[in-house]
């Protein structure tokens, strides 16, 4: 997806979790590939889990020009949904996507679902933006530069930004716009804009729902180098572990 193209804090963190863990492995939101077809890179069957079909798509030709078609298994499905597979070592869900389930009820229902598909031992790893809602919301309406970068597939420069639109503390609920403008190899521009409903976690709320999940809390850290967890993080980043021998 052409929003987080320009992404890479978490390089060769999936990557080095699937090898610790073994596959198979299941992303959730896959998009169009960008952690899967990493993750398929380094041998790993990949089951590619994202409700547009059209997304999958580029995903299946993404993975072919990268020579790892053969790896990866795209499914048309939610995050909700049962996992495609059983026996899987990781279940990742990464660049906030978890923040898409509003309700506890289908956080529950995910966490568990994640739960049901791994094996004894097996994880599902998940990052999420810190909520620092108050200060959020003191940026509401503004349009924030939220860095460049380029498409690896056609040479366009991708320039991101982001308006909050409302944010409610008390719930943790964000209205948000990405919009990116992709100044194309001829000088032309066009320009894409994706609303988004979220969810922004608390910390706090993790323990419970994996507890509720049948998973057990391996680690919370601040950062894709197991940076502490504290108030001035920007993500907090999570290892749910099915229990087992």
Excluded: K
């Excluded at 547009?52 to 949904?81: F, K, Q």
């Excluded at 049962?82 to 289908?106: E, F, H, I, K, W």
């Excluded at 049901?116 to 509401?140: K, N, V, Y």
């Excluded at 910390?203 to 509720?212: K, M, N, S």
């Amino acid at each position: 997806m052409a929003e987080h193209a320009h992404y890479d804090d978490d390089a060769g963190f999936w990557e080095e979790h699937a090898d610790r863990l073994g596959g198979p492995v299941v992303d959730l939101g896959a998009a169009v590939g960008r952690v899967t077809i990493r993750v398929a890179l380094q041998g790993h069957e990949v089951w590619a889990v994202d409700t547009d079909r059209e997304m999958l798509d580029v995903l299946a030709e993404r993975a072919l020009r990268a020579g790892v078609r053969g790896l990866i298994h795209a499914v048309p499905g939610s995050m909700t949904d049962p996992l495609p597979v059983s026996d899987a070592g990781l279940v990742m869900v990464p660049m906030n996507t978890l923040q898409l389930l509003r309700q506890r009820s289908d956080q529950v229902r995910c966490l568990a679902s994640a739960a049901s598909g791994l094996r004894a031992g097996g994880e599902m790893i998940f990052d999420l933006a810190m909520p620092h809602l108050r200060e959020t919301r003191a940026l509401q309406g503004e349009i924030l530069d939220t860095g460049r970068g380029l498409d690896g597939d056609t040479g366009d420069v991708l320039l991101h930004t982001t308006t909050f639109d409302e944010v409610t503390p008390a719930t943790g609920e964000v209205r948000m716009r990405i919009v990116v403008d992709r100044i194309h190899r001829d000088g032309s521009r066009t320009s894409v804009e994706r609303p988004h409903h979220l969810h922004l976690y608390d910390p706090d709320e993790i323990p419970a729902l994996a507890l509720d999940a049948g998973l057990e809390v391996v680690a919370a850290c601040g950062g894709f180098r197991g940076e502490p967890l504290g108030p001035d993080s920007d993500r907090h980043v999570w290892r749910l572990r099915r229990p087992g021998p």
